[in-house]
């Protein structure tokens, strides 16, 4: 008995040894090895897995010509020459079993693949990720003549923790940056990481792509569902993205600068609080609109108008940005309901930030929104605009207008800037000055999606600045509160929630009147100022209370006195 | 060293630690044994009395009240689960407060003692006390005063019927249909036959696998932006709208439906709904702009399927497969 305990006990050993004999150096020196082989055995349940679930994207043979392939943006993954983006094994090289695994649970974020590891059992993503191997026709997950080098990352050097990954030193920041000028990053991902770089850039099947916009890091194919990660960046800009134009730099960059640049592109992503089913942003549901004593500046570079895209209760404002509105954060999709839709919007949300005077009798709206290239094309402008109930008296209680351009018996009234850079084409090198815009406000109001008509009394809001800059349009819009339109423009009150709603045009995907993004009704309120009792009467409450402690002392003392001279019994405790 | 002192010390450092280092194991990430967290408390409240009882300490009353009272604090703040409203909490803890009140009056003697420590500081007889006292308060309350003075707004709440009482009939495409009796032309045969089939490879095989193929592929064209690519109605545009889609993997949506509600709601869209459901923010399309009758009868065969729920019927109806009654074949006969 003892004795074979004693082999088996050492030939336990003598394996163990041997496996870590095996692994150390194929870990510490990335030595080349085979693919991940398809497990033969669970290809049955995989198969199940891929045509209930996959199929309606990918295809019958996995080329990504699903049902649904034409109606998205970016299209699935063909899966037929073995090309997957995000792997942890060299450029060009095959995915490890690991890497799939992961991509299934987690999704693609910004895509419309979801994430399947809360949906899915583990054995059924193993088996349907095996079954995908085998729809790789080209290249083969069993060839000897394969191999994938596993790519050695480091670790974080600053120890960062998720969700927010802050608090990364300035330094290696700005170290970041120069690296990603010195390789040229901005070539394809714009002065500015908005990915407005390059505006013809093809993937391996010939479909148009674009390139990351990493000011939304929450989009990153590549996030794993933890957006502000560094990693993720480290490891797309070491492996490459199989498939697209964007390439590895793995000798180009050191492992420890490939984390300061990571660093960089992270550093522009704004830290707002991510909806972790969604993993998408939670929208600021209540545009509240800050009380300006005096006149509100006019100048969207006015220091008036800056605010960091961060959440102030995550990453704490500069000083002099703290009596600054918040840029409220508005989710945005296509216009997918009625008439012509628009499946794949260009902007996938807008930031609002707003001012209002009462001296100037006079609300400000800041819009923002992302978009890489604009239109050169006059019969298609690019546009944003503002969306009110045109009657706020008669909406009772939360009742509102159908929030696509009205109904009948409820009409909205609708702001829209339309606009074309001026000097502007796509493929301009990145302009520090950004582009000044030909912009143009329309208002009409809406009875219906179908039913739009135009204002005719002389317009009433003013587009007082605007630019477009490093793939970002901002514009500033002004109206009066309240003006004798009562019949066609909303009457603007102070201190009231009011229903709103944004919309917004690509003029480069020929976008036209129903064909839109857009939001769902938001509020807006214009805030009072703060009131003057905020000052005084907090000291004075204090004061009172310190008056009444007083008298608690004196009544105290009093009582003990009169126990002291007797001329008060003290109550007497039965025995 | 001061045996109340060492008393007070007990309660808060044990708290302290009890409620970082031990709390956390009784209350892990996936929900377990929701009945711990209840252990959890039982377990300070035995160390509170053992450690007590053991070193001889004899708290004064004042203490103990203290003691009582954060105790039930404590218990309404973090430990009761799910969490209470805010104003239910108000209500407990005035409940609460009486209670620790009549435990300090219980007798006179007691009710003296309690109030030494009070009268002690009033008169300036504990004399750090009395100024770390009377400075805080007032603090507080000007704090107080400014907090309630701050102006903040938030959003109003908005309550909507998520499954509003259909109507009689519907007109779709020209076509009259009574809700009661509409039945879906297309569920020729018991679903779960097919819950093992493939879409597309067994379409030209069987019928019914050839409509939920079409089904499911008027569903990815058009349905999975919103509704999801799982069903589940986290679809890659769900997050922008508010209602959010439906959840059909939920028992609470199609689960608990007859298809001819369904059939009505995707015909008609969110424009249809009555004012209860706030027609004006669903992003829900009237569907027969956009999609012939049979694709939206094979899109709900679709769903079904997918999610492997069966539609609802009456209790006094047999689960009815339209084409056999049609054909005068009892139901289920197959």
């Known amino acids: 008995m003892n004795k074979i305990l004693t082999i088996k006990l050492s030939r336990l050993f003598f394996m163990s040894a041997l496996l870590i004999a095996v692994s150390i150096p194929a ?54 020459q073995g090309t997957f983006k995000i792997r942890r094994t060299d450029s060009g090289e095959l995915p490890l079993e690991e890497d799939l695994i992961t991509t299934v649970k987690n999704g693609l974020p910004g895509s419309a693949m979801p994430a399947w590891g809360e949906f899915l059992k583990e054995d059924e993503i193993i088996a349907v990720v095996n079954f995908v191997k085998t729809l790789v026709q080209d290249r083969s997950f069993d060839d000897t003549d394969e191999e994938v080098n596993i790519q050695e990352f480091g670790s974080n050097p600053w120890g960062t923790k998720g969700p927010y990954h802050l608090g990364i030193p300035q330094e290696d920041i700005d170290a970041g940056k120069e690296i990603f000028i010195k390789n040229k990053c901005f070539e394809c991902h714009g002065g500015e990481g908005r990915g407005d770089g390059n505006p013809t850039m093809k993937d391996d099947w010939g479909f148009p792509i674009v390139a990351a916009d990493w000011q939304q890091c929450w989009n990153f194919r590549g996030s794993r569902r933890q957006a502000f990660d560094p990693f993720n960046v480290v490891r ?90 918040k840029k409220h954060y508005i989710a945005m999709s296509g216009q997918i309901t009625r008439g012509k839709r628009n499946f794949d919007p260009k902007a996938d949300n807008l930031w609002v930030s707003s001012r209002w005077s009462s001296e100037e009798n006079a609300v400000y709206y800041l819009l923002e929104y992302h978009i890489r290239f604009l239109s050169s094309d006059p019969e298609y402008p690019d546009a944003v605009a503002m969306q009110w109930p045109a009657h706020l008296q008669d909406l009772f209680g939360a009742e509102k207008p159908y929030f696509i351009f009205g109904d009948s018996k409820k009409p909205v009234d609708v702001w829209r800037a339309s606009f074309l850079a001026k000097d502007y084409n796509p493929t301009n090198a990145p302009n520090p000055e950004g582009y000044k815009l030909d912009i143009k406000v329309d208002e009409f109001n809406g009875r219906g999606f179908d039913a739009l008509t135009p204002k005719e009394h002389a317009p009433t809001v003013e587009v007082v600045d605007s630019i477009f800059h490093q793939g970002r349009v901002k514009v500033l819009l002004k109206r009066s509160l309240t003006n004798e339109n009562k019949e066609t423009d909303v009457q603007i009150p102070s201190e ?24 769902t009704w938001f509020y807006t309120i214009l805030e009072p100022p703060l009131p003057k009792s905020l000052y005084y009467m907090p000291p004075i409450m204090a004061f009172v209370f310190i008056g009444l402690q007083g008298w608690l002392v004196w009544m105290t003392k009093r009582t003990r006195k009169m126990y002291d001279e007797g001329k008060v019994k003290r109550d007497i405790i039965p025995k | 060293m001061n045996k109340t002192f060492i008393s007070f010390i007990v309660f808060v450092g044990g708290l302290l630690v009890f409620h970082n280092v031990v709390f956390p194991i009784f209350t892990p990430k996936e929900p377990g044994m929701i009945l711990n967290r209840y252990v959890y408390f039982l377990l300070i409240v035995a160390y509170l009395i053992i450690v007590n009882i053991a070193l001889r300490l ?45 435990y300090i009056s219980q007798d006179p003697e007691t009710f003296r003692e309690f109030r030494k420590p009070i009268a002690k500081t009033i008169v300036g007889e504990y004399k750090l006390a009395r100024i770390v006292i009377f400075t805080l308060l007032p603090v507080l309350v000007g704090f107080g005063t400014y907090k309630a003075i701050y102006p903040t707004f938030q959003e109003p709440v908005e309550l909507r019927t998520v499954h509003p009482a259909p109507p009689a009939t519907t007109k779709v495409h020209g076509k009259n249909y009574v809700l009661e009796s509409a039945r879906n032309p297309y569920r020729v045969d018991e679903q779960d036959n097919y819950k093992d089939s493939f879409p597309f490879l067994d379409a030209d095989k069987n019928e019914y696998m050839k409509n939920v193929t079409e089904g499911g592929t008027v569903f990815f064209q058009n349905c999975h932006y919103c509704h999801g690519d799982q069903l589940n109605g986290l679809g890659m545009f769900s997050h922008v709208f508010n209602p959010t889609p439906a959840n059909f993997i939920d028992p609470g949506t199609i689960a608990m439906l007859r298809e001819s509600f369904l059939f ?39 769903e079904y399927w997918y999610t492997g729920w069966h539609p609802r019927t009456f209790d006094t109806e047999e689960s009815y497969i339209g084409q056999f009654e049609k054909e005068g074949k009892k139901p289920g006969a197959h």
């Open chain 1, 27 to 80: 870990t510490l020196f990335a030595a080349p090895q085979p693919p991940d082989a398809v497990k033969k055995d669970l290809l049955d349940k995989g198969k199940k897995v891929y045509y209930k679930r996959c199929v309606w994207c990918h295809g019958v043979e996995g080329g990504g010509d699903g049902p649904s392939a034409d109606r998205l943006f970016t299209r699935p993954r063909n899966f037929i």
């Open chain 1, 236 to 325: 797309t800009v070491s492996t490459g993205l199989n498939g697209t134009p964007m390439p590895n730099f793995k000798d180009q960059i050191t492992v420890e600068d490939r984390w300061k640049l990571a660093a960089f592109v992270n550093s522009l992503c704004p830290r707002k609080n991510i909806d972790p089913l969604a993993n998408k942003p939670v929208s600021d549901f209540l545009i509240s609109s800050k009380f300006t004593e005096g006149k509100v500046a006019t100048s969207i570079a006015d220091p008036m108008w800056q605010s960091p895209d961060a959440d102030p209760k995550i990453k704490a404002w500069p000083e002099e940005m703290k009596d600054n509105p």
């Open chain 1, 496 to 519: 009231q929630f009011i229903p709103v709603s944004f919309l917004q045009w690509a003029g480069a995907d020929k976008e036209k009147d129903e064909h839109m993004a857009l939001s």
């Open chain 2, 58 to 102: 004899k708290p004064p009353i004042s203490l103990n009240a203290t003691v009582v009272w954060s105790l039930g604090f404590y218990f309404y703040k973090f430990i009761l689960y799910p969490p209470v409203p805010w104003t239910l909490f108000i209500t407990y803890m005035m409940l609460w407060s009486i209670g620790t009140f009549l």
């Open chain 2, 264 to 302: 009505w709601r995707v015909s008609k869209g969110g424009p249809g709904l009555p004012n209860e459901s706030t027609p004006w923010s669903s992003a829900m399309p009237p569907w027969e702009e956009h999609l012939k009758t049979e694709e939206i009868w094979k899109v709900i065969l679709f």
